[in-house]
């Protein structure tokens, strides 16, 4: 059974650094696409970075410079490393996998980024 789970989300002032990690169980990382998305209030839930299983990436031009996907196969886990964070990155950020023709989600982590 598929299972994602998001965590290191919180309140982060303007300019500070978060990282999230995605814990992946019944199947391994490196094998799919794993990719992250976020969803901010009355917004559509949009991509924020994708790694595919040959290691490379890709990331909405809003983040590109400030975050960073990586994923470590040992632990079947992905990270987003986000740096210089500002107002419009608050959001709920989920990681994704498509596997099997089956999109999977995970629960979802709250960023807040406030002074």
């Known amino acids: 059974q598929v299972q994602l789970v998001e965590s290191g989300g919180g309140l982060v002032q303007p300019g500070g650094s978060l990282r999230l990690s995605c814990a992946a169980s019944?199947?391994?990382?490196?094998?799919?696409?794993m990719s992250w998305h976020r969803q901010a209030p009355g917004k559509e839930r949009e991509l924020v970075a994708r790694?595919?299983?040959?290691?490379?990436?890709n990331y909405a031009d809003s983040v590109k410079g400030r975050f960073t996907i990586s994923r470590d196969n040992a632990k079947d886990t992905v990270y987003l490393q986000m740096n210089n964070l500002n107002s419009e990155d608050t959001a709920v950020y989920f990681c994704?996998?498509?596997?099997?023709?089956?999109?999977?989600w995970g629960q979802g982590t709250q960023v807040t980024v406030s002074s």
């Open positions: 994704n996998v498509v596997r099997l023709g089956r999109v999977s």
């Open positions: 790694i595919f299983s040959s290691g490379s990436t």
């Open positions: 019944g199947f391994t990382v490196s094998s799919y696409p």
